[in-house]
T-cell receptor, first 117, second 118 residues
Framework: ETGVTQTPRHLVMGMTNKKSLKCEQH?????MYWYKQSAKKPLELMFV???????ENNSVPSRFSPECPNSSHLFLHLHTLQPEDSALYLC????????????????FGPGTRLTVL | AQKVTQAQTEISVVEKEDVTLDCVYE???????LFWYKQPPSGELVFLIR??????QNEISGRYSWNFQKSTSSFNFTITASQVVDSAVYFC???????????????FGKGTLLTVNP
C-alpha cells in the first residue's frame, strides 16, 4: 500500500546546499508529521501539522523549515545542514476527528535517506 | 512521562521457528494505545496493530499474535513459523488517550532487529 509517499528516497547534499523533502498522503487524513530516525536512536518527532496548522515544533533547529500547503502535502525545507543531520526522515499522517483529540493511527511513508557531506 | 522498553536489541532465528518480541511500557495514564510497527530494510514503518488499554484480549492475525498484560505492563508480539520476509526492525510504541492536544505523540521503543535465516 502506498498511502504515504515521499520523494526523494535518497538525497546527498553539501552543508551549503538548499533542498526540500516532499511528502504526500492519499488517505484523506488531516494531520501530518515529520520524524527523524538516526542510527541507534529512537524515532524523534520533529513537526506536527493539523489541518495545515503547525501544532508542534519539537525544538527543531531553524535549518529545518516545514511547510504544509494543504492537508495532503508536507514539505521539509533544508538549508545549511550539518553532517549530524544525516538520517532517515519519515513522514506520517493520521486522521483527526474534528473537535476531538487526534489519536488515530499514524501511517508512515518510506522515508528519505539524507546524507550531509 | 511515558517510556517504552524493548530489551532485545537483536534476535536471530532459523526459518519456521517461533519468536517473541518483548515490549514493556511505563505510563501513569490509565487510558492509552499500544502499537507495533514493522520496519523492513526499505525503511517504511508498517503499522501492524493498535491496542486500547481497556481491551486486554489477545489478538491473532495469521502468524502474528499479541499478548497484552496490564498487570506486567507488557505488550509482547509473537511470530509463529517465522519466514525470511519477517526480517525487519520491530517497534513498539505508546500514545496517551486524553482530552489534551498532544495525544498524537508516539513514544517509541528503540526497536528489535529480527533476522530470520533460511
Amino acid at each position: 500500500e502506498t498511502g504515504v509517499t515521499q520523494t526523494p528516497r535518497h538525497l546527498v547534499m553539501g552543508m551549503t546546499n538548499k533542498k526540500s523533502l516532499k511528502c504526500e498522503q492519499h488517505l484523506g487524513h488531516n494531520a501530518m508529521y515529520w520524524y527523524k530516525q538516526s542510527a541507534k536512536k529512537p524515532l524523534e518527532l520533529m513537526f506536527v501539522y493539523n489541518f495545515k496548522e503547525q501544532t508542534e515544533n519539537n525544538s527543531v533547529p531553524s535549518r529545518f523549515s516545514p511547510e504544509c500547503p494543504n492537508s495532503s502535502h508536507l514539505f521539509l525545507h533544508l538549508h545549511t545542514l550539518q553532517p549530524e543531520d544525516s538520517a532517515l526522515y519519515l513522514c506520517a499522517s493520521s486522521s483527526n476527528p474534528s473537535g476531538g483529540p487526534f489519536t488515530d493511527t499514524q501511517y508512515f511513508g518510506p522515508g528519505t535517506r539524507l546524507t550531509v557531506l | 512521562a511515558q517510556k517504552v522498553t524493548q530489551a532485545q536489541t537483536e534476535i536471530s532465528v532459523v526459518e519456521k521457528e517461533d519468536v517473541t518480541l518483548d515490549c514493556v511500557y511505563e505510563t501513569r495514564d490509565t487510558t492509552y494505545y499500544l502499537f507495533w510497527y514493522k520496519q523492513p530494510p526499505s525503511g517504511e514503518l508498517v503499522f501492524l496493530i493498535r491496542r486500547n488499554s481497556f481491551d486486554e484480549q489477545n489478538e491473532i492475525s495469521g502468524r502474528y499474535s499479541w499478548n497484552f498484560q496490564k498487570s506486567t505492563s507488557s505488550f509482547n508480539f509473537t511470530i509463529t513459523a517465522s519466514q525470511v520476509v519477517d526480517s525487519a526492525v520491530y517497534f513498539c510504541a505508546l500514545s496517551i488517550i486524553g482530552d489534551g492536544g498532544s495525544n498524537y505523540k508516539l513514544t517509541f521503543g528503540k526497536g528489535t532487529l529480527l533476522t530470520v535465516n533460511p
